[in-house]
């Protein structure tokens, strides 16, 4: 294939906080020839989709700033959405990344080219690129979950949910219904509460909180910052330990009784009706699900205007929100703090890696990577926060900056072994898996006695990271080389297992060809698949022959059925089948799995 010359060698996709780590740490490792493609007309992902009244970080400001760029700006102990959005346009400017970034580009699909070991990315606006490596920026919670309760289309107010603020529509004086009581709806519903006529909170189940510790940064210590060389990294220092201490109450929940008797302190303190504190009070182990972080919540529910509703919705009317036990309370304005599809995170996305396996096929029994970032079946393909790479107690940019160093050290690793193709082998990914999800059964996230979407529809968990976030940042120091499969294209053309005449045959049409054609067993499937190229008059017309079977055949060996893909730059046709190939096999090289004790622990 020929490459534009304007082809980029690496491809980020997203421009948030994952998309930007990656940015740099490419440029800082002598990698300039990359683009980041962004929907968007502004970077800043979550933080310029979320802007709900209210919306901040429950994650202390001083730890929620990439290490290598501090934040000396923070004006409270937790910052504000303008402000986090602020801190990712300073960067954008102090790291010059605004010549790689291409807004208004979306992603539709992305295909593994095998023949020429890169992918063919295309945005919704039409742009092709065939980068060498791709990297998915978007995070988990990034598509709004709205769930389907019957009738919810007749509601004749304005529904939105918070990831998506309608401004348009100004609360004031209004009666709004609020569904969920997550991480988004304690930070809205008291900034609400003070102009909308009425507010009525549904709660399915009610969520553990510990009190936000918040206040503004003052003078006094901002100057300290600045004259004190250190004195801002000791602070976030101080902070990431306090956070990493946590992690033994999550991986041994009966440790949690100091942070539930905090959470129950706050409680106490804010809530004197015992109705209400009962209705408040979760019913399994703190941690299970996100612990909220807020001292505004309780108070807001308890104003005259906003009523805590824990009845379940049984359905949407036209005139607000009818609950199991029967009554209608309306409103004029719906708002859904309703979460995000977590699982549902490439569901719907063209992704198709090698040998035609498309995402969904992968990840049919559920999402599983190897250390968050690598897919077996989809070669130079890294993804950042992927499955189990999460924590409960620490800053996800902590989690972003290690995985953006790995991908880094996994492309120094390539360029090593003049490799164009980089690949976690089936068998480390299995055991990988294997490791984490026997270490996940005894944590808080699986055992705590609730349902949340760390926990796929299977209970299997899909998010957290059994350990603590240091031991997930040193196995991110070094990719450990026998975990991959490194080849290069080159290697892979002498290992041809057959160049020469063939034929195709689609119903009564019958064609030679010359083939060029590979194959290996395939651990994902336990098939033998042969792939290629395929060349010759006639195979524009089998092509054309779509909804007929074709055949392969090669001198006396067995007729075969294969598929033709797209033509390639040179005018041949990709060829590739499943099963017996239509050549004889020399040996098949069956991968031995990694074992467990060299994998070491997740911890
Ligand atoms: P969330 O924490 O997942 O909360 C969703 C809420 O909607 C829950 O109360 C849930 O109830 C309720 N809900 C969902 N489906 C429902 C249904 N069918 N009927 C009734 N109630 C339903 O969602 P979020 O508040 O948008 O936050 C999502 C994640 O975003 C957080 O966990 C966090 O990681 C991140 N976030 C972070 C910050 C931050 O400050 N760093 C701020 C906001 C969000 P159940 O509990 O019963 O499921």
């Known amino acids: 294939m020929t490459l534009a010359a304007a082809e980029p060698d690496v491809l980020v996709v997203g421009a948030g906080f994952a998309g930007l780590c990656m940015a740099i740490k490419l440029k800082e490792a002598g990698q300039d020839n990359f683009v980041v493609l962004e929907k968007a007309d502004r970077v800043g992902g979550t933080w310029r989709e979320n802007t709900y009244p209210g919306c901040g970080c429950d994650v202390m400001s001083l730890m929620y700033s990439f290490s290598f760029a501090p934040n000396r700006k923070w004006t409270r102990m937790y910052a ?10 300073r960067v954008v400017r102090d790291y010059d990344l605004s010549p790689h970034i291409r807004f208004g580009a979306e992603v539709i699909s992305y295909d593994f080219d095998e023949t020429t070991d890169r992918w063919r990315v295309e945005t919704r606006a039409g742009s092709v690129f065939h980068p060498r490596i791709v990297v998915a920026g978007p995070g988990p919670l990034h598509k709004p979950s709205v769930p389907a309760f019957s009738g919810r289309e007749p509601f004749r107010g304005t529904a ?8 348009s529509v100004d609360l004031t004086g209004k009666r709004v219904a609020v569904v969920g ?35 503004p940064i003052t003078a006094g210590e901002k100057a300290a910052f600045k004259a004190v060389p250190g004195l801002q990294k000791a602070y976030r220092h101080a902070i990431y330990w306090s956070h990493e201490s946590l992690i033994a109450g999550f991986l041994h929940p009966r440790l949690m009784t100091v942070l539930e008797s905090a959470a129950r302190g706050l409680l106490r303190r ?4 015992p109705e209400l504190r009962a209705a408040l009070t979760p019913g399994y182990t703190i941690g299970c699900k996100r612990i909220l972080v807020s001292s505004n919540f309780y108070p807001a529910l308890q104003r005259e205007n906003v009523d805590l509703v824990t009845s379940g919705i049984s359905e949407i009317t036209e005139r607000g929100i009818r609950t199991e036990d029967g009554q209608v309370h309306e409103a004029d304005v719906l708002v859904y703090g309703t979460g995000f599809a977590v699982g549902d995170r490439f569901e719907n996305e063209h992704l198709v890696g090698r040998r035609g396996l498309t995402i969904q096929r992968a990840w049919r029994d559920g999402m599983e990577a190897y250390l968050g970032v690598a897919v077996t079946g989809f070669p130079n393909f890294f993804l950042m926060m992927g499955p189990n ?43 990988f898996n294997r490791v984490i999800h026997r270490k996940l059964e005894g944590t808080v996230w699986n055992s705590g006695g609730c349902d949340s979407w760390y926990l796929d529809e299977t209970g299997r968990n899909r998010a957290a990271w059994p350990g603590s976030s240091a031991s997930y940042w040193r196995r991110l120091r070094t990719p450990d080389d026998r975990h991959f499969e490194l080849s290069s294209l080159a290697e892979r053309e002498n290992d041809t297992e ?31 698949h042969w792939y290629g190229r395929v060349a010759g008059d006639g195979v524009d017309a089998a092509k054309q022959r779509s909804r007929t079977p074709l055949f392969l055949t090669i ?26 190939p239509p050549f004889p096999l020399a040996a098949v090289e069956v991968e031995v799995p990694v074992s467990g004790a060299e994998l070491a622990s997740a911890e």
């Open 270 to 273: 804010q809530v004197h009706d």
């Open 389 to 431: 790479s999460g924590g409960g107690n620490q800053s996800i940019v902590f989690v972003i900056e290690a995985q953006a160093h790995y991908i880094t050290r996994c492309l120094a690793l390539m360029t090593k072994r003049g490799a164009t193709r980089i690949e976690v082998r089936a068998g480390a990914q299995r055991e």
């Open 160 to 167: 939105f949910h918070s990831a998506e603020w309608d401004y």
């Open 498 to 528: 057959y160049r020469g005449p063939g034929v195709l045959t689609s119903g009564d049409l019958t064609v030679g060809v010359e083939v060029f054609l590979n194959g290996h067993l395939e651990p994902l499937d336990g098939l033998y």
């Open 80 to 89: 504000r959405q303008p402000e986090i959005l602020d801190y990712i346009e």
């Open 555 to 580: 001198g006396d060996g067995p007729e075969v059925p294969a598929a033709l893909a797209e033509r390639d730059p040179w005018g041949h046709y990709r060829i590739a089948g499943a099963g017996t």
């Open 181 to 215: 009581t997550g991480a988004s709806a304690v930070q809205f519903v008291p900034e609400v509460a003070k102009t909308a006529a009425r507010v009525d909170v549904f709660q399915r189940t009610p969520h553990w909180i510990l009190p936000k510790l918040d206040r």
